[in-house]
């Protein structure tokens, strides 16, 4: 059973910083892909940023140059640096794990971005 746990998500000021981590129960290696995805209220659930197990990053265009994805194999972790972050930034963040069987999602964690 492979369990995702988001956590550091939380209220920041426009122009803040907030680092999210997913934290793995299994080895991050496993997988072919690890994501950051989030949902606003109302909204679909959109792609944030992809790690893929070759290291390789991508990005939606929203948030390029703002975050950074990046994993820690020891820690079985995949981070979320956000920098400058807008309103519209403002939604629940979930992780995602893509092995080549199955994906798997965490339970989300809530990022509201307001002065």
């Known amino acids: 059973q492979v369990q995702l746990v988001e956590s550091g998500g939380g209220l920041v000021q426009p122009g803040g910083a907030l680092r999210l981590s997913c934290s793995c129960s299994?080895?991050?290696?496993?997988?072919?892909?690890m994501s950051w995805y989030r949902q606003a209220p109302g909204k679909e659930r959109d792609l944030v940023a992809t790690i893929t197990s070759a290291e390789g990053t991508n990005y939606a265009d929203s948030v390029k140059g703002r975050f950074t994805i990046s994993r820690d194999g020891a820690k079985n972790t995949v981070y979320l640096q956000m920098n400058s972050l807008k309103p519209e930034d403002t939604a629940v963040y979930y992780c995602n794990a893509q092995d080549h069987w199955a994906g798997y999602w965490g339970q989300g964690t809530q990022v509201t971005v307001s002065s």
């Open positions: 299994r080895s991050i290696f496993r997988f072919r892909t």
